[in-house]
């Protein structure tokens, strides 16, 4: 069973700045994307940002100009630059992966998921 391990998350202030790292525990892993979901208390999980193992990436409207995806898909190693940060960015910040051939937005389009990482912005 694969593993996702989440890190970076914390507490930041209103236009700050925090950088997720996720890792997959299994090198021989090889989805087709991997992605950023997070989770608002009350709220339904949401996509945040994706890369596919080809390079390209994928933003929600809210993550675009202000969230920058990478990582390396030899490695199963995917970061979230996440800048000029809002009180509405709080919640926990989910890594998951994708073996089907595109990338989805919807969280049951991803198989496997990290524990989380809690990201809390103050104004």
């Known amino acids: 069973q694969v593993q996702l391990v989440e890190s970076g998350g914390g507490l930041a202030q209103l236009g700050g700045s925090l950088r997720l790292s996720c890792v997959a525990s299994?090198?021989?892993?090889?989805?087709?994307?991997m992605g950023w979901f997070r989770q608002a208390p009350g709220r339904a999980r949401e996509f945040v940002a994706a890369?596919?193992?080809?390079?390209?990436?994928y933003y929600s409207d809210s993550a675009k100009g202000r969230f920058t995806v990478s990582g390396d898909s030899a490695k199963n190693i995917l970061d979230l630059q996440m800048n000029n940060l809002k009180p509405e960015d709080t919640a926990v910040y989910y890594c998951?992966?994708?073996?089907?051939?595109?990338?989805?937005?919807?969280?049951?389009?991803?198989?496997?998921w990290g524990q989380g990482t809690q990201v809390t912005v103050s104004a």
């Open positions: 998951a992966t994708t073996s089907r051939l595109y990338v989805g937005r919807k969280e049951s389009e991803y198989d496997h």
């Open positions: 299994d090198v021989a892993f090889s989805p087709y994307a």
């Open positions: 890369m596919s193992n080809r390079g390209g990436t």
